[in-house]
């Protein structure tokens, strides 16, 4: 019997904004989240405002929240995981399992919002010392400081002067096998650095880069707000090494505009972190039998005009389970897999009623 | 009288895409284009192949007009514009003209997919001599040139051996305007640089960059393969001006990594001009009082979780007519407003239905 439901699992951006889509059309929508809470990674690593125009988290995620829990057609199950999944386009069989009760649900499509991980410096080829040095931080352990609107050096609790940015750190890196640019730590750091400014107006802020990859508007959103507004220093160079001098961290490697080597004090030192797909995304994935690229990433088969079909039929991928992806590819990536998944379920009634 | 139809504006990609979501999920979509073909900008444009992954143009626009003009539910009007609009979010009446014909349509929403312009090098800043040198040409020109298999210098159909490109013409250049980055001429540069490699083996080919914006996968690939397989040579750059000298073209600027004064002898200049709003973009903006940034484009007034709500009520934007945007977002960006289009004709016509 086929099923006209659809089943999404993350609940994400992407995932609030499929079952948005899929409910405001009529159509019922499972949204099966393994935390307790909805909101995905934006809630769970506490970001403070958005990349790029600054907008508050929570307020943003709340009304996406609101947006499903108000729709009856739309049924959350948080808390839960998916188990096993048998049947085909238009009749899948869900296993889905919560405190160690399992049920199995129908559904005509799957839509997967499972997202990504953060790089974890520990495996970064250069010498950053992330584990050794406590004011050795990441853009998430950031982003939680921002969030308190308390912008310290976790060593001592002091307010720092002279703070970088680390650019491509688990990202254009060859020897650790992620050659892809995870597209938004450019943006994010530079949203940070205006953030640092304001918290901390007479801070020196440095932003060591390949290139700044500040596409489309966030050029003008953010790249020239934070050199002429908020003069944060974009230099174009390879950081090599972070030492631990006395009190003061010191940042070595070369200025590749000026042609030399550079060795800079620093108080605190933050590693703009990439994507990697998120162990959600590698487990359902393989479960699912969905083609993966070889970074990992559920693969889009027919991009760049359809960004959201996977190599098997029935089942669609939103957000960045396939790749390095910004919020706005995210959420428009949800609206084109919620609309091919009801695509999808409805040719397949269409079918069995012929039939 | 509510009508739960959807209006369409522009045959491109981002037009086509709507269109078949909206069919396929069981709503009429009534397709309008002022040519007298589908596939716009790609089509009139004769791009030869997609960035960034070197499919056919004709091939995949093919695919994608064959899903509309085999839908019933598709009605296209080509050949036809928008010359006036009342009414409001599930009722608009808009009246078309067609050879000087009019005739007006019910619909409940529309899509504004108008797309965008190439950046015309006679408005640059620099001394590039687009107008003046047969060898100053753009990607647009180029691009033509790759379709036909067949590249050569204009001036005297020789076969060129030194051949550059000069990136952000028309963007990221406040004297213009254009503030923005237009996001895909780092991508389409690499890909032409790839394949006029692949046509004219022993050519020596330059991307004179200020960043290279290679975000996500294109990072794997375009900029990978066009370094390591391809030998195109990216040299940090700027290029103030373009001089003549005999029968080659000199390019004359400062390589910013070298620190040093640069003069290049050149056989072909291409200019990686920018986008700007279409004439039909701030056309249609304007008659349907839809809010525009300051660059032109229609704003998402939603972003960064909803990219394609417009200020009008009932009316969405999908694809270049937003700002800059690649294939990807095009496509993702007309799933998104095909749902949020239906969503607004259900919910007018529910409340309708209750009065």
Do not use: F, H, N, W
């Given at each position: 019997m086929p099923s006209d439901s659809i089943l999404i699992v993350g609940g994400g951006p992407a995932g609030l904004e499929a079952a948005r889509g899929i409910a405001e059309i009529g159509y019922k929508a499972i949204l099966v989240e393994?935390?307790?809470?909805?909101?995905g990674t934006p809630d769970e690593a506490s970001y403070a405002a958005l990349t790029p125009h600054f907008k508050n988290t929570d307020d943003v995620l709340g009304a996406m929240i609101g947006a499903i829990t108000s729709n009856p057609l739309v049924e959350i199950r948080t808390g839960s995981t998916v188990k096993e999944c048998s049947g085909a386009a238009g009749d899948f069989a869900v296993t889905l399992s919560k405190d160690g009760k399992e049920e199995v649900v129908s559904t005509g499509a799957i839509i997967l919002a499972t997202g990504f991980d953060h790089f974890d410096?520990?495996?970064?080829?250069?010498?950053?010392g992330y584990y050794e040095h406590?004011?050795?931080?990441t853009l998430v352990d950031a982003e939680k400081m921002l969030k308190q609107h308390r912008f310290v050096r976790p060593s001592n609790g002091a307010v720092p002067k002279r703070i970088c940015f680390i650019q491509c750190v688990g990202s254009r890196d060859r020897q650790i096998g992620n050659?892809?640019?995870?597209?938004v730590c450019c943006g994010i750091a530079s949203k940070q650095a205006i953030e640092i400014r304001q918290i901390v107006p007479d801070a020196n802020v440095f932003i060591f880069y390949i290139d700044m990859r500040m596409y489309g508007y966030w050029e003008n959103q953010l790249y020239w707000p934070a050199q002429e507004q908020y003069k944060v220093n974009y230099v174009k160079g390879i950081v090599t090494e972070v030492l631990k001098k006395g009190d003061k961290l010191v940042v070595r490697g070369e200025d590749t505009t000026m042609g030399r080597p550079m060795e800079i004090p620093m108080d605190l030192v933050i590693l703009s972190v990439g994507m990697e797909p998120s162990t959600g995304t590698k487990a359902l994935a393989k479960l699912l039998g969905v083609r993966q690229n070889k970074y990992g990433f559920i693969e889009?088969?027919?991009?760049?005009?359809?960004?959201v079909s996977t190599s098997v039929e029935g089942v669609f991928v939103a957000g960045a389970a396939a790749g390095p992806k910004d919020l706005e590819d995210s959420t428009s990536m949800a609206g084109a897999a919620a609309m091919k998944a009801i695509a999808t379920v409805r040719r397949k009634s269409a079918i069995t009623a012929k039939v």
């Open positions: 393994k935390r307790d809470r909805l909101g410096p520990g495996r970064e080829t250069q010498m950053y406590d004011d050795v931080i050659e892809y640019c995870s597209k889009a088969i027919g991009e760049p005009m359809d960004t």
